[in-house]
């Protein structure tokens, strides 16, 4: 969870419910957790402003609203309030604690037999609730799954249709996910009805048993596949298979009802009263504390007295193994996500005591333990670091250095890092370039986006919400900037460009590109959306390296100078006339400018690659002072990209032919190496 931003509400419903951090955003809005005036924990659904002014979008929000509320059951998240009329509108459900389905699958790989049965019947369940009430979920996903210590909980359901005919859906935001979509939906050939929501359950059963119905590769063979092609069920256990089948079938009409799908099941309840096998349990939060009433001589808790920790399916606190998952970052526009720990004394066995359930006391206070591991390291007692085997600087877990000592170095960052994997020697006389992700407890990256045959693709850029990254794409046809969901899934063409790293609006709605316009290399803003592009320069001089600023004032590139030379330069995106501001004078080039977190530092590269050092990484205030040296030797360095807290770089260092990743504190200490094995990786984006 993300504390609130400026601009962002602190209250709700006339001050009912009192916002303390954001859980998700998305092309519907935005969610907040929230505390109830009785301190209950609910999660808000603030509406996009630009959506109220849609024709139709309140009325159709509304009716969802209604609809919503009338679904009960067991395995719901149920809507507890709205004001669908609300300047912004908005949406309260209760809060449901636990990871997502998609944090523990990417955890645990795949569900034991007797943990299928309960996710199925209970999910089918809850489809039976929310069809009972007149709503299609349309939207069913492992990410929209919380799972619970006493079953799975389906939420964000109610709401997808008053989104149809908005702008959002004119401009290509499909409701739904590429991958859970019923043929009739890819096709359009025929009304929705709850059969899709059934198709959808199909998929996330088939991957919760370990498989891929229709396979995981470009989401246009993957629609083909769905539309025309049996699915894959090997990987489903052989008592599970012909029910699941059903619900995958071609026609709507052959797919079961939930009540038929639940009468085909035998449900099996292991022993020890958990449904769950060991190692998601450890992802299941403590218990909450009780809640205690508001008085005045007791006032109501804050933030700051209870501060929600990150959920555990970030890789912050629980790093994915090396498994073709979908990444921690992918979620859905109204992902719910999930409070796991707060701070160390409400771990405390008197603050929280684990609630004794047959065969699972001991199991429970190991998962408390770790997670009171894991709130230590996130407050600053413990430093936890990912990589330590390749650590330099011979750092270990420590506990806090006593006040008036020397601060505890910072620890290094578990999120997920892009690179540039070459999976044949040649670079850059000849690309293989695939884009792949390097979690921080795998050994491996994992490939995301397959290229085509004869495609080089490179330069990997995560967006804002990490939820999509944008990447340069080169084929015999030419060059182009590319975006793809988090775990690589519909990967689609933006717009061609001249080549070069492309660079994200904080909004995530536009990217920063270069393209040729007379001869020469200029910055061009493009909408994501629909890949319309705005020329911001026009000098005689060509532009590298476009590098948007946290706060979206200003896109610094690198100006040509002189002959084989270059400097950071700051435009103004608002006001293109204006002169370019510039930052660096060196002597030698400046190239790679990324922008710390904070919009305060650039980290960039100096040097020319085969002269002197060949290549450093320096930083320097945003408004060119304090240049200073951060890594500099004998080999070239380049291509340096901050961490998401702005404590670490990770750079490349090594030759052309053979670059290997590498990481430094912003301090110049812990340098390490990222790379392992014998393929040569480059081109990091950490944030």
Same mark, same amino acid.
């Given at each position: 969870?993300?504390?609130?931003?400026?601009?962002?509400?602190?209250?709700?419903?006339?001050?009912?419910?009192?916002?303390?951090?954001?859980?998700?955003?998305?092309?519907?809005?935005?969610?907040?957790?929230?505390?109830?005036?009785?301190?209950?924990?609910?999660?808000?659904?603030?509406?996009?402003?630009?959506?109220?002014?849609?024709?139709?979008?309140?009325?159709?929000?509304?009716?969802?609203?209604?609809?919503?509320?009338?679904?009960?059951?067991?395995?719901?998240?149920?809507?507890?309030?709205?004001?669908?009329?609300?300047?912004?509108?908005?949406?309260?459900?209760?809060?449901?604690?636990?990871?997502?389905?998609?944090?523990?699958?990417?955890?645990?790989?795949?569900?034991?037999?007797?943990?299928?049965?309960?996710?199925?019947?209970?999910?089918?369940?809850?489809?039976?609730?929310?069809?009972?009430?007149?709503?299609?979920?349309?939207?069913?996903?492992?990410?929209?799954?919380?799972?619970?210590?006493?079953?799975?909980?389906?939420?964000?359901?109610?709401?997808?249709?008053?989104?149809?005919?908005?702008?959002?859906?004119?401009?290509?935001?499909?409701?739904?996910?590429?991958?859970?979509?019923?043929?009739?939906?890819?096709?359009?050939?025929?009304?929705?009805?709850?059969?899709?929501?059934?198709?959808?359950?199909?998929?996330?059963?088939?991957?919760?048993?370990?498989?891929?119905?229709?396979?995981?590769?470009?989401?246009?063979?993957?629609?083909?596949?769905?539309?025309?092609?049996?699915?894959?069920?090997?990987?489903?256990? #052989? &008592?599970?298979?012909?029910?699941?089948?059903?619900?995958?079938?071609?026609? *709507? /009409?052959? !797919?079961?009802? $939930? %009540? +038929?799908?639940?009468?085909?099941?035998?449900?099996?309840?292991?022993?020890?009263?958990?449904?769950?096998?060991?190692?998601?349990?450890?992802?299941?939060?403590?218990?909450?504390?009780?809640?205690?009433?508001?008085?005045?001589?007791?006032?109501?808790?804050?933030?700051?007295?209870?501060?929600?920790?990150?959920?555990?399916?970030?890789?912050?606190?629980?790093?994915?193994?090396?498994?073709?998952?979908?990444?921690? #970052? &992918?979620?859905?526009?109204?992902?719910?996500?999930?409070?796991?720990?707060? *701070? /160390?004394? !409400?771990?405390? $066995? %008197? +603050?929280?005591?684990?609630?004794?359930?047959?065969?699972?006391?001991?199991?429970?206070?190991?998962?408390?333990?770790?997670?009171?591991?894991?709130?230590?390291?996130?407050?600053?007692?413990?430093?936890?670091?990912?990589?330590?085997?390749?650590?330099?600087?011979?750092?270990?877990?420590?506990?806090?250095?006593?006040?008036?000592?020397?601060?505890?170095?910072?620890?290094?960052?578990?999120?997920?890092?892009?690179?540039?994997?070459?999976?044949?020697?040649?670079?850059?006389?000849?690309?293989?370039?695939?884009?792949? !992700?390097?979690?921080? %407890? +795998?050994?491996?990256?994992?490939?995301?986006?397959?290229?085509?045959?004869?495609?080089?693709?490179?330069?990997?850029?995560?967006?804002?919400?990490?939820?999509?990254?944008?990447?340069?794409?080169?084929?015999?046809?030419?060059?182009?900037?590319?975006?793809?969901?988090?775990?690589?899934?519909?990967?689609?063409?933006?717009?061609?460009?001249?080549?070069?790293?492309?660079?994200?609006?904080?909004?995530?709605?536009?990217?920063?590109?270069?393209?040729?316009?007379?001869?020469?290399?200029?910055?061009?803003?493009?909408?994501?959306?629909?890949?319309? +592009?705005?020329?911001?320069?026009?000098?005689?001089?060509?532009?590298?390296?476009?590098?948007?600023?946290?706060?979206?004032?200003?896109?610094?590139?690198?100006?040509?100078?002189?002959?084989?030379?270059?400097?950071?330069?700051?435009?103004?995106?608002?006001?293109?006339?204006?002169?370019?501001?510039?930052?660096?004078?060196?002597?030698?080039?400046?190239?790679?400018?990324?922008?710390?977190?904070?919009?305060?530092?650039?980290?960039?590269?100096?040097?020319?690659?085969?002269?002197?050092?060949?290549?450093?990484?320096?930083?320097?205030?945003?408004?060119?002072?304090?240049?200073?040296?951060?890594?500099?030797?004998?080999?070239?360095?380049?291509?340096?990209?901050?961490?998401?807290?702005?404590?670490?770089?990770?750079?490349?260092?090594?030759?052309?032919?053979?670059?290997?990743?590498?990481?430094?504190?912003?301090?110049?200490?812990?340098?390490?190496?990222?790379?392992?094995?014998?393929?040569?990786?480059?081109?990091?984006?950490?944030?």
């Amino acid at each position: 969870m993300k504390p609130l931003e400026t601009g962002d509400p602190t209250s709700l419903g006339e001050g009912r419910y009192r916002l303390v951090g954001r859980l998700g955003q998305g092309g519907m809005g935005v969610v907040y957790l929230g505390r109830s005036q009785s301190g209950r924990a609910v999660a808000v659904k603030v509406v996009r402003p630009e959506l109220s002014t849609e024709p139709g979008f309140r009325r159709r929000f509304a009716d969802e609203v209604a609809a919503a509320r009338r679904v009960g059951g067991f395995h719901t998240a149920p809507v507890v309030d709205a004001d669908p009329d609300g300047d912004p509108a908005w949406l309260v459900t209760a809060f449901v604690p636990g990871p997502t389905l998609q944090a523990v699958l990417a955890r645990v790989g795949s569900l034991p037999l007797d943990t299928l049965t309960v996710l199925a019947a209970g999910l089918a369940e809850a489809l039976e609730a929310i069809h009972r009430a007149g709503v299609i979920h349309r939207d069913l996903k492992p990410a929209n799954i919380i799972v619970a210590e006493d079953g799975p909980r389906v939420i964000d359901f109610g709401i997808a249709r008053a989104l149809d005919g908005t702008a959002l859906t004119q401009t290509g935001l499909q409701v739904g996910t590429p991958g859970f979509l019923a043929p009739e939906q890819l096709t359009g050939g025929a009304a929705v009805t709850p059969a899709v929501d059934m198709f959808a359950l199909g998929v996330v059963l088939t991957q919760a048993a370990g498989g891929t119905p229709f396979g995981d590769g470009p989401s246009a063979a993957r629609h083909y596949k769905v539309v025309y092609e049996d699915p894959d069920l090997t990987a489903v256990p #052989g &008592e599970l298979r012909e029910a699941i089948g059903a619900c995958l079938a071609k026609d *709507p /009409a052959a !797919r079961p009802t $939930p %009540a +038929a799908f639940l009468a085909t099941l035998t449900v099996r309840h292991p022993e020890d009263g958990s449904w769950l096998p060991e190692a998601a349990t450890q992802l299941l939060p403590p218990p909450e504390p009780a809640v205690r009433p508001t008085t005045p001589d007791n006032p109501p808790a804050t933030a700051q007295d209870n501060p929600p920790a990150d959920p555990p399916d970030t890789a912050r606190d629980l790093p994915a193994p090396d498994a073709a998952r979908p990444a921690a #970052g &992918e979620s859905s526009p109204t992902e719910q996500r999930h409070t796991v720990t707060g *701070p /160390a004394e !409400r771990l405390s $066995p %008197a +603050a929280a005591p684990a609630r004794a359930v047959p065969g699972r006391d001991g199991r429970r206070r190991a998962a408390v333990a770790a997670l009171l591991v894991t709130s230590l390291a996130a407050v600053g007692v413990l430093v936890w670091q990912p990589w330590k085997d390749s650590a330099e600087d011979g750092s270990k877990p420590r506990a806090a250095a006593p006040t008036g000592s020397a601060p505890v170095p910072a620890p290094f960052p578990a999120d997920p890092l892009l690179i540039r994997q070459d999976t044949a020697p040649g670079w850059p006389g000849t690309c293989h370039g695939v884009i792949a !992700r390097r979690d921080a %407890a +795998a050994e491996k990256p994992v490939q995301l986006v397959a290229g085509d045959a004869g495609a080089c693709d490179v330069l990997p850029q995560w967006s804002p919400d990490r939820r999509s990254f944008a990447f340069t794409r080169s084929t015999s046809e030419g060059t182009a900037v590319w975006t793809a969901n988090a775990d690589g899934s519909n990967a689609r063409r933006i717009t061609s460009i001249a080549g070069g790293r492309v660079s994200w609006s904080p909004d995530g709605s536009r990217l920063a590109v270069l393209r040729a316009k007379n001869g020469v290399q200029q910055l061009f803003v493009v909408d994501v959306a629909d890949g319309t +592009a705005r020329q911001l320069t026009s000098g005689m001089g060509q532009v590298e390296d476009p590098a948007w600023s946290p706060d979206g004032r200003s896109i610094a590139v690198c100006l040509q100078t002189a002959p084989e030379n270059w400097q950071i330069h700051l435009v103004d995106p608002a006001d293109p006339n204006r002169a370019p501001q510039q930052v660096t004078r060196l002597p030698h080039p400046a190239l790679d400018p990324v922008w710390s977190p904070d919009g305060a530092t650039f980290a960039y590269t100096a040097g020319t690659y085969g002269a002197g050092t060949q290549g450093d990484i320096r930083l320097v205030g945003a408004d060119g002072s304090g240049d200073r040296e951060l890594v500099a030797t004998g080999a070239h360095e380049m291509d340096p990209a901050w961490s998401a807290d702005g404590t670490w770089v990770a750079f490349v260092r090594g030759p052309y032919e053979k670059p290997v990743i590498r990481a430094v504190r912003a301090d110049g200490t812990g340098e390490r190496a990222l790379t392992t094995g014998d393929a040569a990786e480059g081109h990091p984006s950490w944030s």
